[in-house]
């Protein structure tokens, strides 16, 4: 299983970037799906997540800025970020809890990482 991502990049403060991510290989079916981040020097927290059916959480500081959404058909997840702040920069790992095929137990994945940053 691969987590491939994209959408990363450099943007003004105030601005708004979309990050996605697709899920590929040995997949059975795909539950939670969603995004974590990783600033220098601090540990990797919680971004945003979803469900197989579309139940959404997110950390108190993206609230009502980002947008987390699925497509179960393409195994893909996408975040939708408007009104970045320079405190969103950081690495952002797409994570994937998937149901294998070949071995039907849940194993999570990770995407290899994609950098935001936020200029003020």
């Known amino acids: 299983v691969q987590l491939q991502a994209s959408g990363g990049g450099l943007v003004q403060a105030g601005g708004s970037l979309r990050l996605s991510c697709a899920a590929s290989?040995?997949?059975?079916?795909?539950?939670?799906m969603g995004w974590y981040r990783q600033a220098p020097g601090k540990q990797r927290e919680l971004v945003a997540a979803?469900?197989?059916?579309?139940?959404?959480n997110y950390a108190d500081s993206v609230k009502g800025r980002f947008s987390v959404s699925r497509d179960n058909a393409k195994n893909t997840v996408s975040l939708q970020m408007n009104s970045l702040k320079p405190d969103d920069t950081a690495v952002y790992y797409c994570?994937?809890?998937?149901?294998?095929?070949?071995?039907?137990?849940?194993?999570?994945?990770w995407g290899p990482g994609t950098q935001v940053t936020v200029s003020s």
């Open positions: 994570n994937a809890q998937v149901v294998r095929i070949r071995v039907p137990l849940q194993y999570t994945y």
């Open positions: 290989g040995d997949i059975l079916s795909i539950n939670d």
């Open positions: 979803i469900t197989t059916g579309g139940a959404t």
